[in-house]
């Protein structure tokens, strides 16, 4: 048991120049991918979080030779669909809902039953989303309580292509869905809302068949099945996720300023950018690059004293969703009220994260109007905390957690916060930046 963090004072100004990990969501999709390459995949800068060490659990009990160097992970796979047929495998998610959801697209076509666990918080999750159209290729699924894990999935040998309409802008369906039609012989016809494209973007690089059709609020992606494709070296680029705390804590810091290189700026992902610029922040992208298909660069963040109240654009939802938690910070130092609407979900994170932001908020004496969807948020600049604040049963939600110890270190105040080994789950170097910061 670990006992809380706790933090007495804001932090003081800096100038530095950082590198944060490797991106999650690429870290896993590599992985996933390297495990239907034929021949040997190298990555490098992989995230090994929680969540990645699963991923690649997961894949060494359906037999894929996994191996760390040095500086590199490798993979090695006899290709599409060469999972070892085994008996009674038991697949555990972790906290991830990125790897349960893209890994059963995976698992359509193995024809032996696999069960599929995770911890207590991706437990409570929904998956129905996923397995519904699953279901379709010709997988089934049972399941004891509804639609949650634990699942056993069982798929076949002979999965049929689908249409798939895709309504949520969920990226992890999406890619659970185009990882099972990689597999399927045939054309797998989706519709898609938008959402983060890193899987379509890596399809694209790896010559894998795909065609895609952008449309106002849709994608419409055709998926041919079954092309074999070679092993590939990919170097991880830094999260934007993860940068995300650093961008707000710099933002609402005074007299400081901070470099955080070679980060992801895919489109799909940069909202909280957008987002923040629009309240007035100030952010430069600089040394813009392409890499493999992902837009590359680096961030540079100076404080912002006057930070302008927002009516959230809706169409900013999908490009932000793990980073709204950081953006509600900033909306409580800002003079006026924010509005953000259509964020349920928010709540099918590893927390309910729309009430638990404006929980933290409240403690901060920041009154908020909170719907299941929407969240009204009443700035105010002069924030002053007199009262111990304590931050627990959050469900060991990481990104609780960061965003507790960024209102911490920058509205000040005495805070305990509960479950600091919650950030091994996307980002253990977190509290170490957070040091270097601070010398």
């Not at 990226?171 to 809302?193: D, R």
């Amino acid at each position: 048991m670990y006992s809380p963090f706790i933090i007495k004072k804001k932090i003081n100004s800096f100038n530095k120049t950082i590198h944060v990990s490797g991106d999650k969501s690429l870290s896993i999709r590599w992985a996933l991918l390297a495990s239907q390459a034929k021949g040997k995949s190298r990555a490098y800068n992989l995230l090994k979080s929680l969540d990645v060490i699963s991923t690649l659990n997961c894949l060494k009990k359906l037999g894929i030779k996994i191996n760390f160097k040095n500086n590199f992970c490798e993979i090695e796979s006899d290709g599409l669909n060469s999972f070892k047929n085994k008996k009674n495998i038991i697949l555990n998610s972790g906290n991830s809902g990125t790897l349960g959801r893209l890994i059963l697209g995976l698992l359509v076509h193995y024809n032996n039953k696999i069960k599929m666990i995770g911890d207590r918080s991706l437990s409570k999750r929904d998956f129905s989303r996923v397995t519904i159209p699953l279901k379709k290729f010709g997988a089934s699924f049972t399941h004891k309580s509804k639609s949650k894990l634990p699942i056993v999935i069982t798929g076949l040998k002979n999965a049929k292509p689908i249409k798939y309409y895709e309504k949520k802008g969920s990226a992890q369906c999406k890619s659970s869905v185009m990882l099972a039609a990689l597999n399927t012989k045939g054309e797998t016809f989706i519709k898609a809302k938008k959402s983060r494209d890193h899987t379509e973007i890596l399809f694209k690089y790896l010559k894998i068949p795909i065609k895609i059709k952008k449309r106002k609020n849709f994608d419409l992606i055709k998926i041919n099945g079954g092309h074999q494709f070679s092993g590939f070296n990919y170097n991880i680029p830094s999260d934007i996720s993860s940068s995300a705390f650093f961008i707000v804590l710099t933002l609402l810091s005074k007299k400081s300023q901070l470099t955080i290189k070679n980060v992801n700026i895919n489109s799909s992902r940069i909202g909280v950018i957008t987002i923040l610029k629009k309240m007035g922040a100030k952010i430069i992208l600089k040394n813009k690059k392409i890499y493999k298909g992902e837009k590359i660069a680096n961030i540079f963040i100076k404080s912002t004293k006057n930070i302008k109240a927002i009516n959230c654009p809706k169409s900013l939802n999908s490009q932000a969703i793990d980073e709204f938690l950081l953006i509600f910070l900033v909306a409580a130092k800002a003079k006026g009220i924010s509005s953000f609407k259509d964020l349920s979900e928010l709540n099918q994170k590893e927390s309910p994260r729309l009430k638990l932001g404006s929980k933290i908020l409240n403690l901060m004496g920041i009154k908020t109007i909170l719907t299941n969807s929407s969240i009204k948020i009443f700035g105010n600049p002069n924030i002053k905390i007199k009262n111990v604040i304590k931050i627990k049963d959050y469900l060991k939600d990481h990104r609780i957690f960061m965003m507790s110890v960024i209102s911490a270190l920058t509205i000040g105040g005495h805070w305990k916060i509960s479950d600091p080994d919650s950030i091994k789950t996307s980002f253990p170097d977190f509290l170490k930046l957070i040091n270097k910061l601070k010398k």
